[in-house]
Every structure is written in structure tokens, then in C-alpha cells.
């Protein structure tokens, strides 16, 4: 059985995942989770399942979007979860979600569901708002 975690516990994990992903580090990223991490991204076509998974997903990523600026609305935490809402301020120099970027800023709501097992992220369930994405980029 899993050890419930303190609420400054869950923070601290997810704050180190946020640091690696800020400094667009996979390997740090992929500290942060499970071997068998559930990564689900609302939108997208399946939920990816392991570090190599997600790994890739990341790459694409950092390929499309540089995050600037992030700005907390919202966490809620509880015993080995944490529900994280912010406004996301990035730089579209590829093609997020198959859209054009141009190098153009993009700014949009992230809203995030961390499941926490054994000391490290178990499932990723991530919702963007897509047609602000759209609305801008289009």
C-alpha cells in the first residue's frame, strides 16, 4: 500500500517536476514519474503509458512550445494528488497540436491532475484550452 503523503510532500514533488519542465530537462522530467507513468493529455488521440512515452511527448514539445511565463490560479492538494490550474505564456516556434507557430506568443489555461505513488507522479492527466491555442495561432 502506498504511504499517504503530507500536502507540503505532494507540492515539493510537483515543484520539482515543474523546475525540470521549465528547464525543458527530459531526464529530470522523467525523475519526477513512475516507471509505469499514465501521461493522458486531453485532446490527444491515447493515453501514453511509460517513461519512453512520455519522453517523446516531451520532445515534441519543447519542439513547438518555450514556455516564458507561469502564472498560478489554483492548487488543490490532498493525501498523494494535487490539481494545479495556471495560465500558460509560451512562444510557438514549431507546430503545437499541428498548428503553425511563427514564433508567435500563445497564452492559455493548463490545468493539470498529478495522482502521486511511492514518492513520484503515477498519472499525468493534463486539459489545455485548446481554442485559445487555436483562436491565437490560427
Known sequence: MTKELSPAEVTRIIDDHFKAEATMN?????????DDIE???GGMPEVLRGKQA???FYKQLFSD???EKVTPLRRLVGP???IDDSIFEC????RPFGIEGKNRPVKFRLMH???????RISRE?????????QRQLS
Not at 26 to 34: F, K
Open 65 to 67: 512550445l518555450v514556455t
Open 54 to 56: 512520455a519522453a517523446g
Open 113 to 119: 491532475i498529478f495522482e502521486i505513488r511511492d514518492g
Open 125 to 133: 492527466n493534463a486539459w489545455l484550452d485548446m481554442g485559445a491555442i
Open 39 to 41: 501521461f493522458d493529455v
Open 80 to 82: 498523494n494528488f494535487m
Open 26 to 34: 527530459i531526464d529530470a522530467i522523467m525523475a519526477t514519474y513512475t
Open 91 to 94: 512562444r510557438a516556434i514549431g
